[in-house]
T-cell receptor
Framework: GAGVSQSPSNKVTEKGKDVELRCDPI?????LYWYRQSLGQGLEFLIY????????KSGLPSDRFSAERTGGSVSTLTIQRTQQEDSAVYLC???????????FGDGTRLSIL | DQQVKQNSPSLSVQEGRISILNCDYT??????FLWYKKYPAEGPTFLIS?????DKNEDGRFTVFLNKSAKHLSLHIVPSQPGDSAVYFC??????????FGTGTRLKVLA
């Protein structure tokens, strides 16, 4: 497709389980971002990729969160030992260059029971 | 410390009237500002942007105004339409990869 694709669109899991969220950016976009939006909050920056490397991981809330990007394309955000406070919508965005407007996916709504 | 603030969580406007959404920022290094629109269960979509070398940028019904001395920007929608009902986020950038987003304003346009 032409846009940023995220999967799954919804994920419900039990506390303590690991989850993996996937992002397929727009082809050719070198910059990729992960954000989190909790209920009633703005977009919280998590991590930025330029190509396959992540020069800024400063937004990852804890060491339970990790992300990787392979082939300059697909990215995976992994949350280990999920907690209830991890419940949020996780949004992925990509842009051709890092200083250009971002294109967002529709997000993954994560619910931790 | 919230560097980009949208102090109005919600706004209701009659169809055909002007909608004005406001955004304040604290970091004087910000030089590029954007507005995004978000419908429920969808990701934000880019609407309009403005560089700090300008004080106004217009695109159809949407105009963004920037007041650098007041560190304030606003989005005007004229005339407002029911399809404009959404959450609007402003975002700011200081020439790097990082965008700082506000918390959003929910606009409801009443038919």
């Amino acid at each position: 497709g032409a846009g940023v694709s995220q999967s799954p669109s919804n994920k419900v899991t039990e506390k303590g389980k690991d989850v993996e969220l996937r992002c397929d950016p727009i082809s050719g976009h070198t910059a990729l971002y992960w954000y989190r939006q909790s209920l009633g909050q703005g977009l919280e920056f998590l991590i930025y990729f330029q190509g396959n490397s992540a020069p800024d991981k400063s937004g990852l809330p804890s060491d339970r969160f990790s992300a990787e990007r392979t082939g300059g394309s697909v990215s995976t955000l992994t949350i280990q030992r999920t907690q209830q406070e991890d419940s949020a919508v996780y949004l992925c965005a990509s842009s051709l260059l890092s200083n250009q407007p971002q294109h967002f996916g529709d997000g993954t709504r994560l619910s931790i029971l | 410390d919230q560097q980009v603030k949208q102090n109005s969580p919600s706004l209701s406007v009659q169809e055909g009237r002007i909608s004005i959404l406001n955004c304040d920022y604290t970091n004087s290094m910000f030089d590029y500002f954007l507005w995004y629109k978000k419908y429920p269960a969808e990701g934000p979509t880019f609407l309009i942007s403005i560089s700090s070398i300008k004080d106004k940028n217009e695109d159809g019904r949407f105009t963004v105004f920037l007041n650098k001395s007041a560190k304030h920007l606003s989005l005007h929608i004229v005339p407002s339409q029911p399809g404009d009902s959404a959450v609007y986020f402003c975002a700011a950038n200081s020439g790097t990869y990082k965008y700082i987003f506000g918390t959003g304003t929910r606009l409801k346009v009443l038919a």
